[in-house]
């Protein structure tokens, strides 16, 4: 019979984290393809505009934890902006993208936040993470509307927000935008433990055997499929109010 080994006393267990990302956007702009790029490395030349929302899971390791990713995919489109507060509400970040094509797409960028804010409601909306997002970096540089520069500026001045460009279509920064997002969000979930539990942020301030992360919602978390989100579901199913990023 073969000896079972030995658990190493140095190796620390990872610890576990549930983030709800949300990203907003005018119709068009690749928020779809941004999610498809990061998911499944895979990039459609074709549009299908976003119906309502969808949802999935992305499972990522970051340093010492494993942060299981709820991305919620909106449309755009204005005749869907009704069903907003369902999807945003216990968003612990939001990634908001603009076309670097299109004006218009970015100077909706504010409202789209100020909407964002008023129907998530979120604990400390101040410190709550964005991602700024210039999608569409491929095109030819005539075609560019808005610099780098004054993206840039914008995010510096409206609440320090990260800013990248990318393209969904040569897979440029999508990652390394996404991950420095989640970054943010963990730092931010360790400096409230912190002020709560007035320890390191190194521990929960979540009591052992807590039933936080088993609603309904994070059940369908597990899932990896995409899913069509049907909003009388989503009312039973919805995260509590105001749970901010769940680490143990
Ligand atoms: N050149 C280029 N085209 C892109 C890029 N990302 C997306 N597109 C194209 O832009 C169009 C719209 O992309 P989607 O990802 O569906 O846009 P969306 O923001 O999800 O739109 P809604 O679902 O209506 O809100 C599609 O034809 C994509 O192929 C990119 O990085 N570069
Ligand atoms: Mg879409």
Redesign the pocket.
């Known amino acids: 019979m073969e000896a079972t080994p030995t658990p190493d006393p140095q190796t620390k267990p990872l610890r576990k984290c549930f983030v709800k990302l949300v990203i907003i ?13 990061f998911e499944h490395n895979k ?9 309502g929302a969808d949802f999935s899971n992305k499972e990522i390791t970051l340093d010492d934890r494993v942060v299981t990713l709820q991305i919620w ?5 204005e005749r869907f902006q009704s069903l907003g507060s369902a999807f945003y509400r216990g968003a612990d970040c939001c990634v908001l ?1 603009y ?1 670097v094509t299109n004006n218009m797409s970015f100077e909706n960028l504010l409202n789209w936040k100020q909407i964002f804010l008023t129907k998530s409601e979120p604990r400390e909306p101040h410190t709550l993470p964005f991602l700024v997002l210039g ?5 030819d540089e005539g075609q560019k509307k808005i610099s780098e520069k004054e993206a840039k500026k914008f995010c510096n001045e409206n609440g320090e927000m990260l800013c990248f460009e ?5 897979n ?1 920064n999508v990652e390394a935008a996404f991950q420095a997002l989640i970054a943010r969000v963990v730092k931010r979930q360790d400096d409230m433990n912190k002020i709560l539990g007035g320890g390191d942020g190194s521990k929960s301030t979540i009591p052992p055997g807590a039933k936080v992360g088993t609603n309904n919602m994070n059940k369908r978390a597990n899932r990896s499929t995409k899913t069509k989100v049907q909003l009388g579901q989503l009312e039973k199913t919805e995260q509590k109010k105001n749970n901010c990023a769940k680490c143990n």
């Open positions: 956007g005018d119709s068009g702009v690749g928020k779809t393809s941004l999610i498809q790029m990039f459609n030349q074709a549009f299908k505009p976003t119906i995919d909106t449309a755009g489109q993208v076309d999608n569409k970096s491929d095109v990318t393209s969904a279509k040569n440029v």
